[in-house]
């Protein structure tokens, strides 16, 4: 099942179950992934890694938020439903590469002769929203030795 499938379904029940939370938000990014679509030119279907990079967009506008909201005094209400959306967006996020594996796949990399562009690039094409790029971009760089 695509991520996509998997939203639209997890909708429904929550829209089912009366979790208003889940459904306003779930909603709104079947809506932006929708808006994004309608976009392409020539017509096309959304691949798995748009669909993806709308779900990260959308986790990094709750991220800012919520870290927002903390600074602020009370808003409890919000603080947790911030909270509650971070997680139900966080559990549409393929799994993140760990650090040792950031670095194995730039040594692999560097040791085909790839410069710093080649391996984003490489990591960006093999491993779409899989991993932080700051991360990959500063081990690549003491990967290469820059």
Not at 29 to 41: H, V, Y
Not at 57 to 72: F, N, P, R, Y
Not at 90 to 106: C, K, N, R, T, V
Request: aromatic fraction near 4%.
């Amino acid at each position: 099942m695509s991520t996509l499938e998997h939203i639209k379904r997890d909708w429904i029940f929550a829209r089912k179950a009366k979790d208003t939370v889940c459904a306003a938000l779930l909603g709104t990014l079947i809506g932006a992934i929708m808006t994004k679509e309608k976009t392409f030119n020539p017509a096309r279907q959304i691949t798995e890694s748009e669909v993806v990079a709308e779900v990260k967009k959308m986790l990094d506008a709750v991220i800012e938020t919520g870290e927002i909201l903390a600074k602020s005094d009370g808003r409890d209400q919000q603080k947790s439903q911030n909270a509650t959306e971070q997680h139900i967006l966080s559990g549409y996020m393929p799994q993140q590469m760990s650090e040792s594996d950031l670095e194995a796949f730039a040594t692999r990399k560097q040791s085909e002769g790839a410069n710093m562009g080649q391996i984003m690039s490489a990591l960006k094409a093999e491993h779409p929203g899989q991993y932080d790029g700051k991360l990959a971009s500063s081990i690549a760089k003491r990967i290469i030795g820059l």
